[in-house]
T-cell receptor
Framework: AQTVTQSQPEMSVQEAETVTLSCTYDTSESDYYLFWYKQPPSRQMILVIRQEAYKQQNATENRFSVNFQKAAKSFSLKISDSQLGDAAMYFCAFLLKKLVFGQGTRLTINP | DTGVSQNPRHKITKRGQNVTFRCDPISEHNRLYWYRQTLGQGPEFLTYFQNEAQLEKSRLLSDRFSAERPKGSFSTLEIQRTEQGDSAMYLC?????????????FGPGTRLTVT
């Protein structure tokens, strides 16, 4: 069975600075997908970024980028130039047939 | 594309009552998923459909839970004889099989409170 671990329950960062959220996972599969989802307070889950396991190149979406280390089963999210609107719960998720989520990291942005 | 919709958004019920939630996926999506999220936790998989076929059910889905997707469009999730432990946010998501990454789009959820 696949598991996803987010070891940082809470993180905070100053506005305009950079923050990295950690995620590790466990699987015996070689072909899968990884995602970071954002869930603002009382709002729905939205996709931030995706990574295909067969791709060595790290995914980037504007201010969001990942550091995918397949051998280490690590998938961290870097948010550059943090903005107040980035405040949310962030979930790392593993997809084979269904999504398996981590416990989440609550990100606070300090003005 | 109107997104995934869920109704009702909130439901308060007394222990022992039955409740039913509805999910309308994005129209061209053939896969539909149900997840349960308790406060401060990540969503947990309950079940998923490809068209009208229910392909997988989690052990979390006790015999009090049933899900249907009769015509491969909307889906319903019914909980019979609700218990206080059923209080949670129930999330629906959909995806298109043709998408390479099977990206799932989530609805706003139905928050269930069992008193």
């Amino acid at each position: 069975a696949q598991t996803v671990t987010q070891s940082q329950p809470e993180m905070s960062v100053q506005e305009a600075e950079t923050v990295t959220l950690s995620c590790t996972y466990d699987t015996s599969e070689s072909d899968y997908y990884l995602f970071w989802y954002k869930q603002p307070p009382s709002r729905q889950m939205i996709l931030v970024i995706r990574q295909e396991a067969y791709k060595q190149q790290n995914a980037t979406e504007n201010r969001f980028s990942v550091n995918f280390q397949k051998a280490a089963k690590s998938f961290s999210l870097k948010i550059s130039d943090s903005q107040l609107g980035d405040a949310a719960m962030y979930f790392c998720a593993f997809l084979l047939k269904k999504l398996v989520f981590g416990q989440g990291t609550r990100l606070t942005i300090n003005p | 594309d109107t997104g995934v919709s869920q109704n009702p958004r909130h439901k308060i019920t007394k222990r022992g009552q039955n409740v039913t939630f509805r999910c309308d996926p994005i129209s061209e999506h053939n896969r539909l998923y149900w997840y349960r999220q308790t406060l401060g936790q990540g969503p947990e998989f309950l079940t998923y459909f490809q068209n009208e076929a229910q392909l997988e059910k989690s052990r979390l889905l006790s015999d009090r839970f049933s899900a249907e997707r009769p015509k491969g469009s909307f889906s319903t999730l019914e909980i019979q004889r609700t218990e206080q432990g059923d209080s949670a946010m129930y999330l629906c998501a959909s995806s298109a099989e043709r998408q390479v990454s099977y990206e799932q789009y989530f609805g706003p959820g139905t928050r269930l409170t069992v008193t």
